[in-house]
Structures are given as structure tokens and as C-alpha cells.
């Protein structure tokens, strides 16, 4: 109570007029907003503190818009020069990009025709080690088999057999030619066959068993078919065979009997 009554005392004391404002705008403190005083209350002390008041909330409304205004316009300008650099870098590269790619074009140093010989001598290079690679391969695994092949076969017959066989097929064409003219370019099976005079002596050496590895995707495709068309055929058979091994006979009654 004594606490309640110095507060009372105090500010009837120091501010009067404030506590007589207050208390006769009931509507301004519903609203929590401070009423202007009556022309006839302009010189009082609450009147002086309300005009303090109001000026120093305008003066901190005026230094809060001019520190807003300066921020804004510092970002704006840091926007603008962030803008601006951007802008200036990314046309200082495509100045520099075009600048290589147009001395590339006309053959100055690296570039675009720098590159593009580039990949084909590697090109090139690669098909002629892969053309090299499958040389060596096709030499070994074919030429060099046949060749020592038909050495065998020659180093098996004489030169004498050699003269003989060719002395014969002379001869042959000299009597089929002393009967009626004959022409080696067109010739006539029934009259001469110089193929036939000829095949017996002919030097023939086996090449079924070689690979030869420039046919190898033909030869492969080859291979697969067989080994699907064997495994059909052998499956074919053993379903055949598995059904022949029991055989069905029908009774009277038409029930199955297995024998």
C-alpha cells in the first residue's frame, strides 16, 4: 500500500498532466496510441515531454529510413558491380575461346585442326596395327600351313613323274587335236578335257582343319548354327529313342497296358 501510494505521489509529483492525459482518453489506451494534447494543455510539463517524445521518434524514423536507404543502395550497387563482373568475365572467355577456335581453323598452333589430325593419325595408326596384327595371324595360322603343306607333297615327287605327267597331257592334246581342231579356251568335255589329263598329277593338300582368322565372325556365325542344330538333332534322337523303349497296347476295355 505504502509502495502503491509513493507511485501515486511520484507522478502526481513529477508528471500531473500525463496521468490527468491518460486517464481522460480511455479510447487512446484501448488503442495503445498517446492522444495529442489539447490546444489549452500546450504549455504544460506533459505536453514539453510529448513533443520530446514525438520528436525524438521522428528523428529515429528519419536515421532508420536514411540507414535503410543506404543499405538498399549499397546492395543495389554490389548487385550492379557483381552484375557487371560477370559480365565482363564471361565475355573476356568467349573472346578467348573464340580466339583459339579461330586460330585453330587456320592451323596456328592447338586447336580444333590440331585435334582433329590428331585422332585420325591415331586412327590410322590403330587400323594399321590392326591390319598388321591380322596379317601375322592369317600368315601363321594359314599361309605358312599350306606352304609347308605343298613342299611336303612336291619334296615327295620326283622331277621325272613331274615330266612324265606333263609329256602325257602333251600328247593327249596332240592326238585330240589331230582328229579335229580343239581350243583350249573353249573346250569340249566329250572331245578334250584338259582338266581331266591334269587332275591326276595335280598337287592337293588338306585345309579343312585351318582357321582362317579373317573369316572368323562368318565362321562363327557358321559354328553356332551347327552347335544349335546338332544339339536339336541330338535331343530329337534321344526323345525318340526314350519313346521307342516302352511301348502301349489297348485292351478290350480301352485302358492303356504298358508292355
Known amino acids: 500500500m505504502a509502495t502503491m501510494q509513493s507511485k501515486h505521489e511520484r507522478l502526481k509529483t513529477y508528471q500531473p498532466a500525463v496521468l490527468k492525459d491518460i486517464c481522460a482518453s480511455p479510447a487512446s489506451t484501448s488503442n495503445k496510441q498517446h492522444a495529442k494534447p489539447a490546444p489549452a494543455d500546450l504549455g504544460s510539463p506533459g505536453t514539453a515531454a510529448w513533443s520530446t517524445w514525438e520528436a525524438r521518434k521522428a528523428a529515429t524514423r528519419s536515421v532508420l529510413e536514411a540507414q535503410a536507404r543506404a543499405t538498399e543502395a549499397a546492395f543495389k550497387a554490389a548487385m550492379q558491380r557483381k ?5 565482363a568475365a564471361r565475355e573476356a572467355s568467349f573472346q578467348q575461346q573464340y580466339s583459339e577456335v579461330l586460330d585453330g581453323l587456320m592451323g596456328c ?3 580444333i585442326m590440331q585435334d582433329i589430325s590428331e585422332v585420325l593419325q591415331y586412327s590410322e595408326a590403330t ?5 598388321a596384327e591380322l596379317y601375322q595371324q592369317w600368315s601363321s595360322q594359314v599361309f605358312e600351313p599350306i606352304q609347308a603343306r605343298i613342299h611336303d607333297a612336291m619334296s615327295r615327287t620326283s622331277v621325272k613323274q613331274l615330266e612324265a605327267t606333263l609329256q602325257a597331257a602333251s600328247d593327249a592334246y596332240i592326238a585330240a587335236g589331230s582328229k579335229r581342231p580343239c581350243f583350249l579356251d573353249h573346250a569340249d568335255a566329250e572331245q578334250y578335257d584338259p582338266m581331266h589329263q591334269l587332275a591326276a598329277a595335280s598337287i592337293r593338300v588338306p585345309t579343312g582343319d585351318l582357321v582362317d582368322p579373317l573369316k572368323r565372325d562368318l565362321l562363327k556365325t557358321q559354328t553356332e548354327k551347327a552347335l544349335l542344330s546338332n544339339a536339336a538333332a541330338a535331343a530329337a534322337a534321344a526323345a525318340a529313342e526314350a519313346g521307342g ?3 502301349r497296347s489297348y485292351g478290350s476295355g480301352g485302358s492303356p497296358r504298358m508292355g
Open 83 to 87: 552484375q557487371a563482373e560477370t559480365a
Open 127 to 131: 587400323q594399321r596395327a590392326h591390319k
Open 109 to 111: 598452333g592447338s586447336g
Open 245 to 247: 523303349g516302352t511301348s
